[in-house]
């Protein structure tokens, strides 16, 4: 059974930083890719950034510049940093991985979801 586990989230000032971190387990045959979605209250679930296995990124044009996401070292791990954050960044932050479990299809899986809220 594969599971997405999120941290890092928080309580920020306006211009601050916080960096996300998201780390797939289970039996994983393949990652295709892994990103980071957000859903703020009242409105839809967008992506914000996602990286594939090749290591091409592409990102919200919202966050552009201040948001960098990488993969780590450790296999099906991903980390989103957010520097200069404003207060509209305020939503809850979801890992998203497009994965192969082994001996099972291609699917997408989704994290439990993790505040920030950026405020003064």
């Known amino acids: 059974q594969v599971q997405l586990v999120e941290s890092g989230g928080g309580l920020v000032q306006p211009g601050g930083s916080l960096r996300l971190s998201c780390a797939a387990s289970?039996?994983?045959?393949?990652?295709?890719?892994m990103g980071w979605y957000r859903q703020a209250p009242g409105k839809q679930r967008e992506l914000v950034a996602a990286?594939?296995?090749?290591?091409?990124?592409n990102y919200a044009d919202s966050v552009k510049g201040r948001f960098t996401i990488s993969r780590g070292n450790a296999k099906n791990t991903v980390y989103l940093q957010m520097n200069s954050l404003k207060p509209e960044d305020t939503a809850v932050y979801y890992c998203?991985?497009?994965?192969?479990?082994?001996?099972?299809?291609?699917?997408?899986?989704w994290g439990q979801g993790t505040q920030v809220t950026v405020s003064s």
């Open positions: 990286i594939t296995i090749g290591g091409s990124a």
């Open positions: 998203n991985a497009d994965l192969r479990p082994t001996g099972f299809a291609r699917s997408d899986y």
């Open positions: 289970g039996s994983i045959f393949i990652t295709y890719a």
